[in-house]
């Protein structure tokens, strides 16, 4: 990469993370028409165009990607972290962070991080999107900051940090005619049940357990939002199966109780996940900081009590 200074590589990186040369202004420090300069003379010296413009952005091709490893070890040699990037400073910032959250998350985590927003960062937006197949790509092109829930297809290229175990509890509206109080395993096994069908929530890990067990619920419907099951229980006799954090939730509402599952089920632990390519921008250290201590501040959830069968 002779002939070339620390701008010329920054420019790459910068384009390559953004996809956008506009976007790319803040963290190198020189205008628009000056970063557009400089690429037309990076593209003559490696005789490639290395990003072409489709409607997802610039994207890079084949030589760029072929580059990049250089790039960051030159980066990393010539330029130490704290220059190369802008501080973030999220009582100024305007920036909307955009979080992939499991069901769960999107019901507890979401009014937690508006309340530590609001004091420490006034300014700042949260867009929230649904945890899905899409959820890696979304991380590693940069449309989604974080992603936070039980994701066990996310290795290769991810980091990864546990927020806390969850466990299940059953819930019951509260005037259920057959369950009060305590849930017996003839009642488990005999009840019929709505369940969550969405990803990033552990229920596989659920239904395999209860089959190496020889058991099974009796599943009358299936939906794919938490609301569903919430609504669905407090106004029929059906019982669910869910995080515990959320069954002392939903029990708040005073229609539906929480009950002890009286078998054995796993635990599973909920992390918050992120791309490599974004794992020492400041703004992202900064979110990924504030999601660990949202779930360090809220309380431990205790299972329900189970009476004596």
Known sequence: MANLDVSDLLILKEIHRTRSVTSSVEQV???QPAISVRLSHLRRHFGDALFVRTSEGMMPTPCLEGLLPGIDEALKLLVPNEDRQAAFDPAASRRT???????????????????????????LGIESADLDHQTGRLLESGELDVAVGFAAELHTGFYQQRLFTERYACIARRDHPRVRSR???????????????APATGYSLLDKELDRQGMSRRIKVRVSSLLGVGQTVAMTDLLAIVPARLAQTLAMSGQIQALKIPVPTPSYEVRQYWHERYHREPGNCWLRQILFNAFLDMPGVQPPAMAAL
């Open 29 to 31: 420090g020189l205008s």
């Open 97 to 123: 962070f955009r979080l992939g959250l499991a069901n769960v998350a999107q019901m507890v985590l979401l009014p937690q991080l508006l309340v530590l927003f609001k004091d420490c960062a006034p300014h």
């Open 183 to 197: 849930l017996t395993t003839a009642q488990f096994l005999s009840e019929e049940y709505v369940a969550l069908v």
